[in-house]
């Protein structure tokens, strides 16, 4: 591939927003990654910086799952743990409490998983 400004001059890289092959004269570097130099530096920064955000916000979003699935976890085996214990003298509902607590624990776990696609 050559330079797409220079068609004589063999290309060292491509611009990362127009995919077009660039000579070392032509190249710009913008945060690691190359741009055509005067023409597309400014688009490539913005690029880069959607980038940086999205993975910051992904990270975020890990973390909040992982928040949930802790605060469905402690709110769930509470249900279910007092469930458990009343169920001598509570009967069906005490099965109630217990069925509330299994599903706040699938959410926790479901929560769990979530998050950790984040990592
Ligand atoms: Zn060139
Ligand atoms: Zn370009």
Same mark, same amino acid.
């Given at each position: ?11 060292? *890289? ?47 979003? *890990? ?5 949930? =699935? ?7 085996? =509470?249900?279910? *743990?007092?469930?458990?214990?009343? $169920? ?12 509330? *607590?299994?599903?706040? $624990?699938?959410? =926790? ?11």
């Amino acid at each position: 591939m050559n330079c797409f400004y220079h068609p004589s001059v063999p290309a060292v *890289g491509v611009c990362k927003y127009c995919q077009r092959g660039l000579c070392p004269e032509c190249a710009a570097v913008v945060d690691d990654v190359l741009a055509c130099k005067g023409r597309h530096e400014d688009e490539v920064r913005q690029l880069e910086q959607l980038t940086a955000r999205n993975l910051f916000q992904s990270r975020r979003a *890990g973390s909040v799952y992982m928040r949930n =699935a802790t605060f469905y976890g402690l709110v769930g085996a =509470a249900f279910a *743990g007092f469930g458990l214990w009343q $169920l001598k003298w509570l009967g069906l509902q005490a099965g109630l409490f217990i069925a509330l *607590g299994v599903f706040l $624990l699938y959410a =926790a776990i479901a929560n769990y998983l979530e998050g950790r696609k984040y990592k």
